[in-house]
């Protein structure tokens, strides 16, 4: 762990009235310690951190005259007897998410590094034959020959599948006149990226590029909208604009993004409730989404950081609808 790290942790935690800190094996471990670790870490103002291996090692590191405990939000029920904290417990995510929610510039390029692996796997989706293969097939021919480092996964849907926000590639049969959506996730130490494209298969099925039309629009228009002292909510008011304007708001899969880093969806949360203020150095992906029940539907997915200037658009791949060969 960094001095830096530590320093902002422990005035979080003076502020927050905490006498300790406890977390297990979680991305808040990861992000005070700065690596992965198997047990657990306890941090008391005025003392070395401390390692222990399971949760009954942790509790023999916290003093018996702590009154108020920061706990991890992914501790176990076991685990939290196992400590035995005769204290008020607060989730430690009130100490650390104001802190992993403004991104260092080495997790920054970490987020970029995967975003990069994205775009290669969508490099790739332009190259291959799409005609006579599954969803299924040619998702895995994305993750496993798009040569790209730390692809976590390919979703593929075609036709009437990419009407399913949460598809899950299948055996359906790739045809000409499919639209086709491709969302690739990759990692890199740790840190997350997704990009979202669409695609058809020789020439766009009816009134699909008009749809693809307004997403590119709102995509843009939610970017433009990024930059310091705007709210979450009013990127997320930016796209909604122009996605309801156009005639699909009845279609349209609410909320445009939500932040990256160290879990694959964190604060903030580009939707109509999340008043966050960003600030330079906040990560998002920017990804709305259209679909059309029982006839097609695609998302347009990027990662921005906010910069003092505005938004800085990670992924490189095109966004414009692009034909692949039969």
């Keep these: 762990m960094t001095g830096e790290v530590m320093a902002d942790v422990l005035a979080r935690m003076s502020a927050a009235g905490l006498d300790a800190l406890v977390l297990r094996p979680s991305p808040d471990l990861r992000y005070v310690a700065g690596r992965d670790v198997s047990g657990f870490l306890v941090l008391v103002p005025g003392l070395p951190p401390g390692f222990a291996a399971d949760a009954a090692e942790a509790a023999a590191l916290i003093p018996a005259?702590?009154?108020?405990?920061?706990?991890?939000?992914?501790?176990?029920?076991?685990?939290?007897?196992v400590l035995r904290v005769d204290a008020d417990l607060v989730l430690a995510s009130a100490v650390?998410?104001?802190?992993?929610?403004?991104?260092?510039?080495?997790?920054?390029?970490a987020i970029?590094?995967?975003?990069?692996a994205t775009d290669g796997v969508l490099a790739l989706a332009r190259e291959l034959?799409?005609?006579?293969?599954?969803?299924?097939?040619?998702?895995?021919?994305?993750?496993?020959?798009?040569g790209a480092e730390g692809v976590l996964s390919v979703v593929v849907a075609a036709g009437?599948?990419?009407?399913?926000?949460?598809?899950?590639?299948?055996?359906?049969?790739?045809n000409p006149g499919d639209a086709v959506s491709i969302r690739v996730t990759a990692e890199s130490d740790g840190y997350h990226a997704h990009?979202?494209?669409?695609?058809?298969?020789?020439?766009?099925?009816?009134?699909?590029?008009?749809?693809?039309?307004?997403?590119?629009?709102?995509?843009?228009?939610?970017?433009e909208a990024v930059r310091p002292g705007v709210t979450a909510a009013e990127v997320d008011a930016a796209a909604?604009?122009?996605?309801?304007?156009?005639?699909?708001?009845?279609?349209?899969?609410?909320?445009?993004?939500?932040?990256?880093?160290?879990?694959?969806?964190?604060?903030?949360?580009?939707?109509?409730?999340?008043?966050?203020?960003?600030?330079?150095?906040?990560?998002?992906?920017?990804?709305?989404?259209?679909?059309?029940?029982?006839?097609?539907?695609?998302?347009?997915?990027?990662?921005?950081?906010c910069t003092d200037t505005g938004?800085?658009?990670?992924?490189?791949?095109?966004?414009?609808?692009?034909?692949?060969?039969?």
């Design 65 to 81: 005259s702590v009154s108020r405990v920061g706990v991890d939000a992914q501790m176990r029920a076991h685990e939290l007897f």
């Design 96 to 109: 650390l998410d104001p802190l992993r929610v403004t991104k260092r510039p080495d997790e920054i390029a």
């Design 129 to 146: 034959s799409w005609f006579g293969a599954t969803e299924r097939v040619m998702a895995r021919r994305l993750a496993t020959e798009s």
């Design 195 to 223: 990009a979202s494209r669409g695609f058809v298969v020789a020439e766009p099925p009816e009134d699909f590029d008009a749809v693809y039309a307004v997403l590119l629009s709102a995509r843009d228009a939610a970017a």
């Design 160 to 174: 009437e599948n990419t009407a399913r926000p949460r598809h899950t590639p299948a055996g359906r049969v790739i």
């Design 240 to 305: 909604w604009s122009v996605l309801d304007e156009s005639g699909y708001g009845a279609y349209v899969t609410r909320g445009t993004g939500y932040g990256v880093g160290l879990d694959r969806r964190e604060a903030p949360w580009l939707t109509a409730a999340d008043r966050t203020v960003l600030a330079p150095g906040m990560t998002m992906t920017i990804e709305p989404g259209i679909h059309v029940p029982d006839l097609y539907g695609a998302r347009v997915g990027d990662v921005v950081e």
């Design 311 to 326: 938004a800085r658009t990670m992924n490189q791949m095109p966004r414009a609808l692009h034909v692949l060969d039969p």
């Design 112 to 116: 970029a590094r995967a975003a990069a």
